[in-house]
Structures are given as C-alpha cells and as structure tokens.
C-alpha cells in the first residue's frame, strides 16, 4: 500500500487546458473517490495517475516515488476499466492470471493469487467459465479479481458501476466497499454519482470544470458545502436554492421573491441588505403556521417517503416528508426550513456566507 500525492498537476491537450493545477492527498489506505460531471476531468486525472495520459505540469508521487515518468506498468497500480475488458476467449482464471503471466510469475503463485481472489470476490465456481458466461455483476468482479491478483499499491477504478442495473449497482459498490475494508488497499475511485460517492468515500474530492471545487468527508460536503456547485451537486433530491437579500428589521430574516421571509440562525456582520443565495434540503422542511406559504404543483410518492415540488416565492422547490400526507396538486402549504440547516451563499461569487 502507499499514499498518493497530487501537487499542482496541469493538463492540456494542444492549446487547451483541462486540467487546472489540482492538489489532492490521498492517504495509505484511503478510499478517495473523484465526483463531478461529465468533462469535469476526473477520469483524465485517474489517467495520469496510471500513467496512461502524460501531465503538462506538476507532481504525481506514489508512495516515495516521483512517478511522471515512469511508465504504467512500473507505477505498481492496478485499474478497473467502465467496460471491464475481459478477452473473452479466455477463461475467467486466464483473465484473472494473464497480467502476472506476462510479469513471468510461477506457477505456484499464479494459482495461489488467483484463488484467494476468486474466494475473496466469490469467483470459485466460475473460474472455468468465458465471460460470455457471466452476468455483468460477475464479469465486474473477474475485472476486479484481474486487479487483487497483481496485489498492487493503488487500485484505480473508472465508473465501474455505469453499466449496471440499478439493483446491481448497489449490491456491487457495497461489494467493492467491503473489499477495501477487507484489503486497506489504497484505492481511487471515479464517478459521477453522488450516491456513490457518499455510500464508499472516506473523502471524497468534488471537481468542476478541471478544478477542485472542495475535498471532504461524505456529510462534511453535505453539511458545510463550500459553494453552490458543491451544494447543488451533492445530495438527492438537490438542495434547494432561493434568491434574495438579508435582511435586519429587528430579526435577522432573509427576504425572497415576493415577499416571502425565511429564518436564519447567523450571518455575517454588516450583511443587511446584502444579496445572497438561501440553501435548504428538501427534508429540512418542517409544516408549520408561521412559514411560507407554497403552492404544491406534483406530488411523487417513493414509499419510504413523499417529494413535494412546489412554488414558493416564485421558485420551484422539493420539500421531503416522511409522513404520509394527503397532499394534492393546487393544494396550498407553510413551509418552514430549520433556520440551523439553512445554507447561505454570495449572489455573486457563490461562496459560502454562514459557517
């Protein structure tokens, strides 16, 4: 096992940049996933961390190595691929064996690693079996055994879930998760859902735009989101977002679209006035006399709870309920958030106001 450092690291493809001086560290040990949306560069920074896209400028450092230069096979990494890239005229044992065949292991050891991977992931009655021959959940896990066999210092994984079913996408990341506590094998792990990202991280890193936009724990980032993206981005259904401006008449409130007031618990000294940005989780809305008033526009029954859309103040939010309301569409509500779960942003730079 090893730590990674990523210092300053920039890439560009000709005149482009895509990546823009990124810093991470990731501990020996660490479950570290890279979460953002399409094109926000994760996957080319787990790229150049294997070794496979070379880095404009900076420092990637695997254990004590520098290792810009050194070419992927002598990285001591081993990566996950999205499609698995099994050769499907082998045997899931060949595939499990091949790279430390090519390495010219012994026999002995070969079938050693092989079967305490397949045990490890419940491979041993498919070991004679094609690819063909397996399900998607099992051709994953043959991707991963490949991987265990070669006992590297990093495991890289490259949105290996994205083409499971939905189903199979949670028993295979609590799977994956399970293996990492069983190993302590320091392992980066790319996505761009959110879900995943809070279920398996010890930190997860949250990229936009090839920058780092914060690097936390999972409800650090849920809690003190460190800007509008991030809290736009992380939790499902999202936060909801309401503009307006501070306001000191006696109390301290926040002022909405027409008219509407909602709580605060703190703010900035000097902000009355100040344009800003109110957060609130859909279930950190509570029914009550005193709160806003919202006009329900769909009601989505889940089971385990119901999400309300409505307008409030002019905006569309989702309001999360666990009890089983009779709600209907036209039917009119009070809303009121929890004034210590509000988030407050900057209209302007979109920076967090409240600690």
Do not use: W
Request: proline share 6%; charged share 25%.
């Amino acid at each position: 096992m090893a730590s990674v450092a990523i210092r300053d690291v920039r890439k560009a493809f000709g005149a482009t940049p895509v990546i823009h001086g990124v810093d991470v560290g990731i501990g020996d040990g660490e479950f570290v996933v890279l979460v953002g949306p399409s094109g926000c560069g994760k996957s080319t920074l787990l790229r150049m961390i294997a070794g496979l896209e070379n880095i404009t400028s900076g420092e990637i450092r695997i254990g004590d190595r520098i290792v810009n230069d050194l070419p992927p096979k002598e990285r001591d990494v081993a990566m996950v691929f999205q499609n698995y890239a099994l050769y499907p005229h082998m045997t899931v044992a060949a595939n499990m064996a091949f790279s430390m065949k090519l390495r010219g292991a012994a026999r002995s050891d070969i079938d050693t690693r092989v079967k305490r991977a397949a045990d490890i992931l419940g491979l041993g009655p498919y070991l004679d079996r094609y690819p063909r021959q397996l399900s998607g959940g099992q051709r994953q896990r043959v991707a991963m055994g490949r991987a265990i066999v070669r006992d590297p210092q990093v495991f890289l994984f490259d949105e290996p879930l994205s083409n499971l079913d939905a189903k199979l996408r949670v028993q295979m990341r609590s799977e994956i998760k399970e293996l990492h506590q069983r190993l302590k094998t320091t392992t980066v792990y790319v996505t761009h859902d959110q879900i995943e990202a809070m279920t398996m991280a010890d930190k997860i890193v949250v990229m936009h735009d090839g920058r780092v936009e914060q690097i936390g724990a999972p409800l650090e980032l849920y809690d003190k989101p460190r800007n509008l993206f991030v809290a736009g981005f992380i939790g499902s259904p999202a936060m909801n977002f309401l503009p307006g401006k501070l306001r000191r008449n006696g109390a301290l409130t926040f002022e909405g679209a027409n008219g509407i007031r909602l709580p605060l618990d703190a703010v900035p000294l000097g902000s009355d006035g100040r344009a800003a940005v109110y957060g609130v989780r859909p279930e950190h809305f509570t029914l009550a006399d005193d709160g806003a008033e919202a006009e329900i526009q769909l009601v989505e029954p889940t089971g385990a709870e119901i999400q309300v859309l409505a307008k409030l103040g002019g905006a569309d939010i989702i309001a999360v309920f666990r009890e089983r309301h009779l709600f209907k569409p036209g039917d009119k509500i009070r809303l009121r958030p929890d004034p210590k779960l509000a988030h407050l942003f900057d209209a302007g730079t979109g920076e967090r106001l409240n600690i």
